[in-house]
């Protein structure tokens, strides 16, 4: 398939009008968490046609967070709590980036060419952005909202995984807790998980949390609402079995932090050392 051919035009509403971008999971807004998966899945409207890539690609981390998807929903189930997932590939467009991010749509995505996003004009990124993008974060908005509208301000778990080996380099991190300036669920978190002595767990590794305009950015640090961002190695969660005890051992740390006040209260923090600095 050719960049710019007509088959890689921007489809009309009619075409993608029956694709949902997001998938919710309902449960208890005052369980104080709400849970979301910006990497949850690798689906693309037809019409994209794989965005010219061999379908292949999609099986990899390029195209979505492998097994993050399983842990939220099992994650959501025993937490009782609200759900969103996305539903497209991060190859269409990238949730977890804002919106004037220059790696939103991403032209080349680890070292591969992705024919479909090379050559992509305004409209068609306004398009993606309106089509997928926005709907997705409405309804992330819209249950947290829920949830300050309930006896119990919720903290937000955004789950996502990571690939156990990048740029040849093996990463010898189980899992990782992503924050930026609200210390109040992530620094607890990573205690609670490292008094766990057979587990490696990153501070704001393997990637950080402080970026601008991401998910997390988007809808708790500007806002004041406590979060954490976890990552988890992918070959750790490859199984059901896997799946499952992950999800159980964040319920029982989840569980415990649940009981402290101070994470279902709206404060907002000026900065990452400002763990006094609420306004």
């Known amino acids: ?35 979301v998966c910006d990497h949850a899945d690798n689906s693309m409207p037809g019409a994209y046609q794989c965005l010219g890539l061999p379908p292949s690609e999609f099986s990899r ?16 189930r ?6 969103v997932l996305a539903n497209f590939s991060r190859l269409l467009i990238d949730p977890n980036r804002g919106e004037d991010d220059p790696t939103l749509i991403m032209r080349v995505s680890d070292g591969t060419i992705v024919p479909g996003n090379r050559s992509i004009d305004g409209e068609e990124r306004a398009h993606r952005i309106a089509r997928f993008y926005a709907p997705y974060h409405a309804q992330v908005a819209r249950t947290i909202e829920a949830g300050l509208a309930s006896t119990v301000t919720p903290a937000v ?4 995984s990571f690939t156990p080996v990048w740029r ?27 008094a766990d002595g057979s587990l490696i767990v990153g501070d704001n590794e393997p990637y950080t949390g402080r970026l601008a305009h991401d998910s997390m950015n988007r809808h708790t640090t500007l806002r004041g609402i406590a979060h954490a961002l ?14 499952e005890a992950w999800a159980a051992r964040l319920t029982e740390v ?12 709206v404060k907002r923090y000026h900065s990452a050392t400002d763990a006094n600095g609420g306004a």
């Open 168 to 194: 040849g380099r093996p990463r010898p991190w189980h899992a990782g807790v992503l924050w930026d300036r609200d210390p109040r669920l992530a620094r607890p978190l990573i205690d609670l998980l490292r």
């Open 61 to 76: 981390h390029t195209a979505f967070d492998p097994g993050a998807a399983a842990v939220a929903r099992v994650l959501s």
């Open 230 to 243: 976890i990552e988890i190695r992918q070959d750790l969660i490859a199984d059901d079995a896997a799946i």
């Open 157 to 160: 778990i955004s789950i996502h």
């Open 1 to 35: 398939m050719e960049t710019g051919s007509a088959s890689l035009a921007r489809p009309q509403a009619a075409e993608v009008g029956d694709f949902v971008p997001f998938e919710t999971l309902q449960g208890d807004p005052a369980c104080g968490f709400v849970v």
């Open 254 to 265: 989840l569980s415990e932090l649940n009981r402290s006040n101070e994470i279902h209260q």
């Open 78 to 83: 025993r937490l009782e709590a609200p759900a």
